[in-house]
C-alpha cells in the first residue's frame, strides 16, 4: 500500500513511541494546569509554562518527523542521538522547572498537580533517555579499524 511507504505506524506502537506520546500528553497537562490560575504572571511559573509547552512541542515535532520518516530520508543526522539530546536536555528543564513549582506552590491545588505532572514527564523522560542511549549504542557500527595511508611507500 502507498500509505505504509510514507507513514511509520509502527514507531506509535513502540516503547519510544508510547513514551512520547505520554510525555506529549503530561507536559500539556502541566501547562494547562499552570495557565488556569491566576499565578500564571509570576516569573516561576512563566518559565514552567515555556518550558512544558516547548518540550511538548518539540516532542510533538519529533513525533510527526519519526511517523513520516524523515530519518530514513535524512541519513546524515544521526537520529538516536538528536532523540538522547532532546530527553536529557527537556529532563533537566522539566525537572528543574517542576521542583521551582512545586516550591512555589502555595499550596493551590492546580499548582501542585502541575509540578506532580512536571515530575511524572521528568522520569518518563529519564525512562526514554536510557531507551535511547540503548538504541543510540547499537546503531554504532563497529568498522574495521582505521589504517594510515600515509605511510603506504615503506618509508
Same mark, same amino acid.
Given at each position: 500500500?502507498?500509505?505504509?511507504?510514507?507513514?511509520?505506524? #509502527?514507531?506509535?506502537?513502540?516503547?519510544?513511541?508510547? =513514551? $512520547?506520546?505520554?510525555?506529549?500528553?503530561? =507536559?500539556?497537562?502541566?501547562?494547562?494546569?499552570?495557565?488556569?490560575?491566576?499565578?500564571?504572571?509570576? #516569573?516561576?511559573?512563566?518559565?514552567?509554562?515555556?518550558?512544558?509547552?516547548?518540550?511538548?512541542?518539540?516532542?510533538?515535532?519529533?513525533?510527526?518527523?519519526?511517523?513520516?520518516?524523515?530519518? $530514513?530520508?535524512?541519513?546524515?543526522?544521526?537520529?538516536?542521538?538528536?532523540?538522547?539530546?532532546?530527553?536529557?536536555?527537556?529532563?533537566?528543564?522539566?525537572?528543574?522547572?517542576?521542583?521551582?513549582?512545586?516550591?512555589?506552590?502555595?499550596?493551590?491545588?492546580? =499548582?501542585?498537580?502541575?509540578?506532580?505532572?512536571?515530575?511524572?514527564?521528568?522520569? =518518563?523522560?529519564?525512562?526514554?533517555?536510557?531507551?535511547?542511549?540503548?538504541?543510540?549504542?547499537?546503531?554504532?557500527?563497529?568498522?574495521?579499524?582505521?589504517?594510515?595511508?600515509?605511510?603506504?611507500?615503506?618509508?
Amino acid at each position: 500500500m502507498m500509505m505504509g511507504t510514507f507513514i511509520r505506524l #509502527d514507531y506509535l506502537r513502540s516503547k519510544q513511541g508510547i =513514551l $512520547k506520546i505520554a510525555q506529549h500528553v503530561i =507536559l500539556l497537562a502541566a501547562f494547562a494546569c499552570v495557565r488556569s490560575t491566576f499565578y500564571n504572571n509570576l #516569573d516561576s511559573y512563566r518559565f514552567y509554562e515555556v518550558v512544558t509547552l516547548g518540550y511538548a512541542v518539540a516532542i510533538f515535532i519529533f513525533l510527526v518527523l519519526t511517523v513520516f520518516g524523515v530519518p $530514513k530520508r535524512v541519513l546524515f543526522v544521526n537520529w538516536a542521538v538528536t532523540e538522547f539530546m532532546l530527553d536529557t536536555l527537556g529532563f533537566i528543564f522539566v525537572s528543574t522547572g517542576s521542583i521551582v513549582a512545586a516550591v512555589k506552590s502555595c499550596e493551590v491545588a492546580l =499548582l501542585v498537580t502541575a509540578s506532580v505532572f512536571g515530575f511524572l514527564a521528568s522520569y =518518563l523522560l529519564v525512562c526514554s533517555v536510557m531507551l535511547s542511549f540503548v538504541a543510540s549504542r547499537h546503531t554504532q557500527t563497529a568498522g574495521p579499524p582505521i589504517q594510515n595511508h600515509c605511510l603506504e611507500d615503506g618509508s
